[in-house]
């Protein structure tokens, strides 16, 4: 089902786009309210502007009132203020509670890129502070929610379309993963994307994005034709391997940190019916288990129609793993899965899916309205170690099972060889992994809880065990300093983990098409390139 969100332009706010650069590069003497005024914004018209001076932005407080009412003026219902149904509606719809307690200013929903570039501007002229929301998926404050600020909710622009030979699905930030499979369904086609429901589209792009075809295509980042871009001086770029070549490499890996996307154009891909599912084990044969996903993992060039990681648990005092064994095809038992298929299992919910069918079984494993972290690690893949692993995380579970509502569970995934070499594709990514080493495996604590008052118990928990697991990867000579940044939580440094060389290169393409630092400063929620959002 396709989704047009055109809508016309108020009085103040004509249809105009920004004419005042010729290039993407801020000048020096750029003008916000000129930049405004080009997006046909009488700035003099609104009551709010007239007695508002440069030394309020000091206060965030006023400054977001301003900024607030001025959104409010022009755009009128796609603003809501605090206290009303449509900012309980976006509060209220988040994945983690600690992304639910963020109390904005005022949230605006713009339903096309000129509204988010008067948003990104009206916010320099302010100093209100602002947050972008595509999916609402990250475990932490402020990730995609700005406190007193500008909240930006992507919902309304939710277009899905297709060029003339199908070949790029054009899809703006609004959606996610289940509307976007829903919408290329009937054309038998996907996008390399995610794995659940909700996941949003922006955040997961963004950071890298693996998916169930990333074997047979690599990440989602690797399959950008081309970005929609709002820059920092409120101008609309399209950025591709060709156009904005740097940008475009910055783009695939590098977070919110040189623009909002508008639109992401991507490839498309065939999306027939697949099978899959969990196949549960219990502890006696946890061994097995590892070495079928080792396997699985060194023999993804042979059969890239298959994907897996395996998560293990605690739950209701007994240990078990659960193996999610996808494979592209509708084939029951491929060989490549015949180890995992001959272990004995205590469940399998493997069955015929299409992706949509699939998207929202998973959906199932991610439940709402909970405290949240994820944080991983990563390392050479290595059977021994990632026994050792287990072994260590069932050794110090103890100190949070009398957490209330706590369940942690660690994850295996690995990013294989052919994922690896797709990541030169188009000019590379900036995630700073390569094949050179072999496969890279990918461990992340995905822990909920119920309550407040236990945050400080649980960080300290995930914290202490990965440094007892890192300090024996780095004894081994198997530590990988790359840090996924979906995974990735509040004390974790994604761009550092890229190395130095690409972190220094992000740094030097945030400053050439954002001079004055807007997306770092004005919008500083989620990964930023000079460090972790917050120290333990």
């Known amino acids: 089902m396709y989704i047009s969100t055109v809508l016309g332009g108020l009085s103040v706010l004509s249809g105009a786009t920004l004419a005042y650069a010729s290039s993407a590069v801020e000048p020096s003497n750029f003008n916000v309210t000129a930049?405004?005024?080009?997006?046909?914004i009488d700035v003099a018209a609104i009551p709010a502007l007239k007695s508002f001076n440069g030394a309020q932005a000091r206060s965030t407080d006023k400054a977001c009132a301003v900024a607030c009412s001025s959104l409010s003026f022009i755009f009128n219902s796609k603003v809501s203020a605090q206290n009303t149904t449509g900012y309980s509606n976006f509060t209220d719809s988040f994945w983690s509670v600690q992304q639910e307690e963020v109390q904005p200013h005022c949230i605006f929903r713009p339903t096309k890129n000129t509204d988010v570039s008067a948003a990104v501007l009206l916010s320099r002229l302010t100093g209100c502070e602002f947050a972008a929301r595509s999916g609402?998926?990250?475990?932490f404050t402020g990730a995609s929610s700005s406190p007193g600020g500008i909240s930006i909710w992507f919902k309304d622009m939710n277009a899905v379309t297709l060029n003339k030979d199908k070949s790029v699905a054009?899809?703006?930030?609004?959606?996610?993963?289940?509307?976007?499979?829903?919408?290329?369904?009937?054309?038998?086609?996907?996008?390399?994307g995610g794995r659940a429901a909700s996941i949003g589209v922006g955040g997961f792009v963004l950071g890298g994005g693996i998916s169930y075809h990333s074997n047979l295509y690599g990440w989602s980042c690797d399959n950008v034709e081309s970005f929609e871009v709002v820059?920092?001086?409120?101008?609309?770029?399209?950025?591709?391997?060709?156009?904005?070549?740097?940008?475009?490499?910055?783009?695939?890996?590098?977070?919110?940190?040189?623009?909002?996307?508008?639109?992401?154009?991507?490839?498309t891909i065939p999306a027939p019916e697949m099978y899959g599912g969990s196949r549960t084990f219990i502890q006696t044969y946890f061994p097995q288990a590892?070495?079928?996903?080792?396997?699985?993992?060194?023999?993804?060039?042979?059969?890239?129609?298959?994907?897996?990681y395996i998560a293990f648990l605690r739950t209701q005092g007994t240990n078990l793993a659960s193996a999610e064994l996808t494979y592209t095809q509708n084939v029951s038992n491929p060989q490549?899965?015949?180890?995992?298929r001959s272990i004995p299992a205590v469940a399998d919910t493997s069955s015929p899916k299409t992706l949509v069918e699939y998207v929202k079984y998973l959906e199932t494993e991610n439940p709402f309205h909970l405290r949240e972290v994820y944080w991983p690690v990563a390392v050479k893949l290595d059977e021994k170690f990632s026994n050792w692993v287990v072994d260590t995380f069932y050794s110090m579970i103890s100190q949070v099972e009398d957490v209330p509502g706590a369940q942690p569970v660690i994850i295996f995934q690995a990013i294989t060889e052919p994922m690896l070499k797709k990541m030169s594709?188009?000019?590379?990514?900036?995630?700073?992994?390569?094949?050179?080493?072999?496969?890279v495996q990918l461990m992340h604590i995905s822990c909920w809880w119920s309550n407040e008052s236990d945050d400080a118990t649980i960080y300290a928990f995930v914290n202490s065990f990965w440094e007892t697991v890192l300090a024996e990867a780095k004894s081994q000579g198997i530590f990988n300093?790359?840090?996924?940044?979906?995974?990735a939580s509040l004390y974790q440094d994604p761009i550092s983990g890229y190395g130095a060389t690409n972190k220094a290169l992000l740094q030097k393409i945030a400053k050439k098409y954002d001079p004055q630092a807007v997306y770092q400063t004005l919008q500083p929620g989620y990964f930023k390139l000079d460090g972790a959002p917050a120290t333990l």
């Open 290 to 308: 590892i070495n079928a996903f080792i396997n699985v993992a060194n023999n993804a060039s042979v059969d890239p129609h298959a994907q897996q």
């Open 336 to 340: 490549i899965f015949k180890q995992y």
């Open 231 to 267: 820059a920092a001086s409120g101008l609309i770029l399209t950025v591709s391997e060709t156009s904005y070549p740097d940008l475009y490499w910055a783009l695939r890996g590098g977070g919110n940190n040189f623009g909002l996307v508008t639109k992401y154009n991507l490839y």
């Open 425 to 439: 594709d188009f000019g590379g990514n900036a995630l700073g992994l390569d094949a050179s080493n072999g496969a």
């Open 136 to 139: 609402g998926h990250a475990a």
């Open 35 to 40: 930049a405004l005024e080009d997006l046909g």
């Open 170 to 192: 054009s899809i703006e930030p609004g959606n996610n993963w289940l509307s976007v499979y829903s919408a290329l369904q009937p054309y038998g086609l996907a996008t390399i």
């Open 481 to 487: 300093e790359f840090v996924y940044m979906n995974y």
